[in-house]
């Protein structure tokens, strides 16, 4: 029987721990971006069901609520508070009217392009580009 050894973090000391290994699963061949796109089929309720999106330097936390409204928190990656912290800089609300459609769901981080499809039958696509922030 092959065994492949895992750390393990104790007590802030790394140990290593042996585990049998009874089957290796083949890696699966990812043949486009796009197939490592992240969808959602139904709307998160409130920010602990956020999808991130982010440029390198301005970020977002987007996610939508049972009634349609398309929430998201913006960031910066050079504002820091006095505890040398990233807060977040603002929340955004965007009700629609008519409002989101909530029971044929779709929500889709497009990796390629790096946007959130929401609903892009009905809803534009949310993008970041550039956000000036003076301190």
């Known amino acids: 029987?092959?065994?492949?050894?895992?750390?393990?973090?104790?007590?802030?000391?790394?140990?290593?721990?042996?585990?049998?290994?009874?089957?290796?699963?083949?890696?699966?061949?990812?043949?486009?971006?796009?197939?490592?796109?992240?969808?959602?089929?139904?709307?998160?309720?409130?920010s602990f069901g956020l999808m991130p999106l982010g440029n390198g330097d301005v970020g977002a936390n987007v996610w939508v609520e049972n009634n349609g409204d398309l929430v998201f928190y913006l960031n910066k990656v050079h504002a820091f508070d006095?505890?040398?912290?990233?807060?977040?800089?603002?929340?955004?609300?965007?009700?629609?009217?008519?409002?989101?459609d909530t029971t044929d769901f779709h929500q889709t981080l497009v990796l390629r392009d790096a946007t959130i499809d929401v609903?892009?039958?009905?809803?534009?696509?949310?993008?970041?580009?550039e956000l000036d922030i003076a301190a």
Do not use: Y
């Open 119 to 129: 609903n892009p039958e009905r809803c534009p696509s949310l993008w970041l580009t």
């Open 82 to 100: 006095a505890g040398h912290l990233l807060p977040k800089l603002g929340r955004v609300r965007l009700r629609l009217d008519p409002a989101l």
């Open 1 to 46: 029987m092959k065994r492949q050894l895992f750390p393990i973090a104790f007590g802030g000391a790394l140990i290593a721990h042996a585990a049998p290994v009874t089957s290796l699963l083949p890696a699966k061949v990812v043949n486009s971006l796009n197939d490592c796109n992240l969808t959602w089929d139904s709307p998160s309720g409130d």
